[in-house]
């Protein structure tokens, strides 16, 4: 009942705000890769592979250099995305939405971002991946958007034989890439939808698995000298990078191209599961608080309205609803707005002093429950100490049911973005004052996910065996 009237409170909202007429408002592009790293752009990696339109993004947007994800693996970090919360929080810990939909699906009493535009006067929709809940409570049409052309990822049998769930009802494509298909979903809605504000969350596939890409792009960096894993995934990222150009050529066509702000950000890091290449020197990849799995890229771009320029400010998942709030004056009511984990990165943007930023960020993520001396970060300033998960536990196949041994690690990220060198002998009260912070957070995080839960004895559970997966035409 608590879920329900906070949404209706939001949906009373009157649809005009702070003086702005509807049409006056921006829309926004919120596009997501999955599994790109941050040096898989052409600009950061030295041309080992082609992004034309992202190294353009990047060269005419804000980047922010020093950008984080919400979590080290997809759907936590896709939860807190959509919410401004840390992952825990939402009820979104684990990966696995079929067998462990308990720790996999964003919790119904969460507000999304997609409620929030929705109740200021917004269209809006998701075209692509959807990793928030399979069941019918947590359908993407259920949680704000008005209109989803998605899928949910473990079903994508290839990037060439996929069903998607077009508004409620399924269609199989055979033959057709999947992000092509995807681009195709986009730019029919836009086109829609340009006389009135949208908000369009267009979450790509590339370049998660399962591998495979045009076959001519694939040549292209076989020819090249890359081993067959790297030449599709440079593939189909350069596939991906292709379609976000035809979006910024059908917002230009249409006229509204200064009207509208694109957000480019990536999940989390490179997946080991598909080989190693380049990746800045950065320690881990996806599964880990390190860099590599936490560290991506981010940037904004908004014709006319930002200039052009990299900030150093520390941005994270948690921020970007936020901010968007404030970028697009859309009115929130006022607990939700206390409750977001993240700040406002309008001042980063406009490249001002942003001292409203918090002091510190977290991270944690091990399969099923969360067990918080496992695979834990925390950043304040220059400082970063991460928790490290056993060698042991490096499949994450396992359920942890120890406190982790292993002492903690501590880095200078202003001097060794490798972290390569632990410092952690040389400064005991560093260590003991990250070390507390850590501490406080996992417990604030996990009264707050065991708040509010929407399985409770196994019963929505038992929904899976009823054939559910589909929602009804």
Not at 259 to 275: C, K
Not at 318 to 328: M, S
Request: net charge negative; charged share 25%; glycine share 8%.
């Amino acid at each position: 009942m608590k879920a329900i009237l906070n949404k209706l409170f939001l949906l009373s909202f009157v649809l005009l705000s702070y003086g702005l007429k509807a049409q006056e408002r921006p829309n926004v592009i919120l596009i997501l890769a999955d599994d790109m790293g941050l040096a898989d752009f052409s600009s950061t990696n030295g041309g080992l592979n082609r992004t034309p339109v992202l190294d353009r993004l990047r060269a005419e947007g804000v980047w922010f250099e020093q950008a984080y994800s919400g979590s080290a693996v997809c759907a936590p970090a896709r939860a807190s995305l959509l919410t401004g919360k840390y992952p825990h929080r939402t009820g979104v810990v684990s990966l696995t939405m079929k067998t462990e939909p308990e720790v996999t699906s964003l919790k119904t009493s969460e507000v999304t971002m997609a409620d929030i535009f929705k109740a200021n006067g917004y269209q809006t929709a998701l075209v692509g991946k959807w990793h928030l809940g399979i069941l019918p409570p947590f359908h993407p049409m259920r949680r704000g958007f008005d209109h989803s052309v998605d899928f949910l990822g473990f079903n994508l049998k290839t990037y060439y034989d996929f069903k998607l769930d077009e508004n409620g009802t399924f269609k199989q494509y055979t033959g057709h890439y999947l992000d092509d298909v995807l681009t195709d979903h986009a730019l029919d809605y836009i086109e829609t939808n340009k006389a009135r504000p949208f908000f369009l969350h267009l979450a790509y596939s590339a370049p998660h698995r399962p591998l495979g890409g045009p076959e001519v792009l694939i040549d292209h960096y076989l020819k090249k000298g890359f081993d067959e894993k790297t030449a599709k995934v440079y593939a189909m990222l350069e596939a991906m990078d292709k379609g976000i150009g035809r979006v910024l050529h059908k917002l230009e066509d249409l006229g509204i191209d200064q009207n509208t702000l694109v957000i480019f950000a990536s999940d989390n890091g490179q997946d080991p599961g598909v080989g190693t290449r380049f990746n800045l020197d950065m320690k881990g990849h996806k599964y880990l608080v390190y860099e590599g799995g936490i560290h991506i890229p981010l940037l904004f771009h908004w014709p006319g309205h930002l200039e052009a320029g990299t900030t150093l400010d520390i941005a994270h998942f948690t921020d970007i609803l936020p901010t968007l709030a404030e970028l697009c004056h859309l009115e929130v009511q006022p607990k939700v707005s206390r409750d977001m984990d993240g700040a406002s990165l309008v001042n980063s943007l406009q490249g001002k002093a942003n001292d409203g930023l918090p002091d510190a960020r977290f991270w944690q993520w091990n399969r099923h429950e969360p067990y918080y001396s496992h695979n834990a970060a925390v950043r304040k300033e220059h400082w970063k100490l991460v928790r490290p998960v056993a060698d042991s536990l490096m499949e994450y196949s396992s359920i942890i049911d120890a406190p982790s041994q292993l002492a903690p690690q501590l880095f200078n990220m202003d001097s060794d973005v490798p972290e390569s060198t632990d410092l952690s002998e040389q400064y005991p009260q560093k260590v003991t004052e990250l070390m507390d912070l850590l501490e406080q957070w996992g417990k604030s995080v996990e009264k707050d996910r065991l708040k509010d839960v929407d399985f409770v004895d196994g019963q929505l559970k038992k929904k899976l065996q009823e054939k559910t997966t589909e929602p009804k035409k």
